[in-house]
């Protein structure tokens, strides 16, 4: 692509499509290496200034079960995510692959294997797509290496790069990439990270309807392999999508279960879902 005339996020948009034979590739280590992963938090309390935003939440998901999290504003999903990766200060049981987290800082715990994205996607704007690619799989090699041209890609990244649908913009600097293309990005960077637990925040927001189709199915797949969490406000996109779910209001549980059962809940209904005729979209707290 030539550099004087630079790629717009708006001609970028939609040229990239997701790889599923790329993909297993990516996923390529052998099952049993997840297998015995789980999510578990238990009597989770996290407070502002006196506000109490998360108040004793007891949660457990497992490899395999692509969890949502929902809620309307106020309900504590962020909170909870930034409670696991060290980035709120919490009290409680946090538990990750036998592993606390609660207290770690937030390098260890990505050390644990726990991984995450952020509702603006937290890429490397001024470095290209395979550079960004290239230091999240790089954690072991030394800083002034990772910015050194190579004659060849490590395979891992390679694929990783195929699998989010980049492949084509390689050499592209991320702050161009569209907004759905950085949340891809982002996905691809704890894949090559290995990371076990991915905790999602809205992963498809300011997508097209084709690309949050493909955004599910690799959810999907992933999530059969590794533990997934993500924090959404897309209902049609977790009816897709989501293996179950666990509805938060006034940073507690309210109800847990398949996406029939949550929705059957009288419960949600009344304080997130509202009457059948209302709007099933919320904003992300």
């Known amino acids: 692509m030539s550099e004087q ?10 040229e990239g499509q997701l790889d599923p034979d790329a993909l297993e590739a ?6 049993e290496r ?25 949660l457990t998901v497992t490899q395999g079960d692509l969890r949502f999290l929902i809620g309307p504003n106020g309900a504590g ?9 060290g980035l709120a200060a919490a009290t409680g049981s946090v538990r990750f692959g036998g592993v606390d987290l609660l207290g770690k800082p937030s390098h260890r715990i990505a050390r644990a294997g726990v991984g995450r ?3 603006t996607a937290s890429v490397f704007d001024e470095l290209s797509v395979l550079q960004n690619l290239d230091i999240a799989a ?16 490590p395979d891992d990244v390679e694929a990783a790069m ?15 990439l569209a907004h759905g293309q950085k949340q891809w990005l982002e ?6 990270q290995d990371a076990h637990l991915l905790l999602l925040d809205e992963p498809v927001a300011g997508m097209s309807q084709a690309e949050r189709e493909e955004t599910g199915l690799l959810l999907q797949r992933i999530g059969a392999q590794r533990t997934v969490v993500v924090v959404e406000h897309d209902m049609e996109f977790l009816r897709s999508f989501a293996s179950s779910v666990t509805v938060l209001h006034q940073g507690r549980v309210l109800s847990e279960g398949t996406v029939a059962e949550v929705q059957a809940d009288p419960r949600v209904v009344e304080v997130y879902l509202g009457t059948a005729s209302t709007s099933t979209t919320t904003k992300e707290a």
């Open 138 to 153: 790089g954690a072991s090699r030394r800083a002034h290496t990772l910015l050194r041209r190579r004659s060849g890609i």
């Open 77 to 85: 999903k962020t909170t909870i995510v930034d409670a696991i990766t």
């Open 187 to 192: 996905i691809g960077m704890l894949l090559v």
């Open 117 to 119: 994205t952020f509702q």
């Open 26 to 31: 990516v996923l390529a280590a052998p099952v």
């Open 162 to 176: 195929e699998t989010v649908g980049l492949a084509h913009l390689r050499d592209v600097t991320a702050g161009v």
């Open 34 to 58: 997840f297998r015995h992963d789980y999510l578990e938090i238990r009597g989770l309390r996290v407070s502002f200034d006196g506000f109490v935003a998360v108040d004793g939440v007891d």
């Open 5 to 14: 005339t630079p790629p717009t996020p708006a001609a970028l948009l939609g």
